[in-house]
């Protein structure tokens, strides 16, 4: 082919097509994934990689991260829909689709060096359909088929609580995950703590998006409680119903009398989904936290089992704890 006879679509059965949906379908196979040997003999040296939270990847860190994923327990993954463009005598460009825990388009870019075909560039794109912000009127409405559910915390959970993490540098101040052996590290640490630590994920198609969790002083029969969600997910009302399931469970399965929770002054969809949930202020912390060089005050709330319930349409349960 002549310089001008690029790009072309390759034909699915042609070889060249074949080569590249092989290899690529070589790096969903767990025992390629798992492989430092394998990975470096399918990644090119120059390998990137933008993540869906839009974080960047050198061919060190995916490998890193790759060796830390856990076992898919639900069937392998598929390439599936490929388009193969050949860009050049040396370069294909495939694109495709993955059915997974959250559905997503993919793009990856492969390059021929020395009679070997290795992926240099990846992105994968989360295809999920958006769901608009609800209205204030029709926050405690959702459909009944409601993709978004809550359940247990796992320890499978950590990638996804990584790229939660990942998401927005507000999340510091939630805790410490910003890679992904700490991601492991924070789930793994509310695990070990389950009869104080009631964490619960909020999920799409099983996937980790958010956690709600009670903190619980059984002795004095309350909790305290708190919440996040990956920037991603936010304005979709999923922490407010999220924290209703949990208030919930707490009152009602765990017996709890009183829940409390603490939150910023300036924190107004925090303070939302406190006060739409029933939580009452009881008081100011003056001051409390420095935040970029200022003082910020902390609103104390609680809630009692006595108290009213809101009209809140909780998440409904994926597996009970």
Not at 89 to 116: F, K, M, N, P, T
Not at 176 to 202: F, G, P, S
Not at 235 to 240: D, F, K, N, P, W
Not at 306 to 321: E, G, H, I, K, Y
Request: net charge neutral; charged share 25%.
């Amino acid at each position: 082919m002549d310089f001008q006879d690029f790009p072309v679509a390759l034909r699915l059965d042609s070889s060249l097509a074949q080569v590249i949906i092989d290899l690529e379908q070589e790096l969903l196979d767990p025992s390629r994934r798992s492989s430092v040997e394998e990975l470096k003999r399918l990644l090119h040296p120059w390998f990137r990689e933008v993540g869906a939270s839009g974080r960047n990847y050198d061919r060190e860190s995916i490998i890193a991260q790759l060796a830390m994923e856990p076992i898919r327990q639900s069937g392998p993954l598929k390439v599936a829909n490929p388009v193969a463009l050949q860009l050049a005598g040396h370069l294909v460009l495939l694109r495709w689709h993955l059915h997974a825990e959250v559905s997503s388009e993919r793009s990856s870019l492969w390059i021929l060096e020395q009679d070997r075909w290795q992926m240099i560039f990846h992105q994968g794109t989360t295809s999920s359909a958006p769901i608009p912000a609800s209205t204030p009127k029709a926050e405690a409405a959702a459909s009944a088929g409601d993709e978004f559910c809550v359940r247990p915390l796992e320890p499978s959970d950590a990638a996804a609580v990584f790229e939660a993490f990942s998401s927005n540098p507000d999340m510091k101040r939630q805790g410490d995950a910003d890679t992904l052996q700490k991601a492991h590290a924070y789930v793994q640490a509310l695990l070990e703590d389950r009869k104080r630590q009631r964490a619960l994920a909020v999920t799409i198609e099983d996937r980790l998006v958010g956690l709600v969790c009670g903190t619980v002083n059984q002795s004095n029969e309350n909790a305290w409680v708190w919440y996040w969600m990956n920037q991603k997910y936010r304005g979709r009302s999923l922490a407010t119903r999220a924290v209703a399931s949990l208030v919930d469970y707490l009152f009602g399965e765990l017996g709890l009398y009183r829940l409390e929770l603490g939150l910023r002054a300036n924190n107004a969809s925090s303070k939302h989904v406190a006060e739409s949930n029933g939580f009452l202020r009881e008081g100011i912390e003056r001051g409390k936290f420095l935040v970029d060089g200022n003082r910020i005050d902390v609103y104390t709330y609680a809630r009692l089992r006595t108290d009213p319930a809101p009209a809140v349409n909780a998440l409904p349960w994926s597996r009970q704890p």
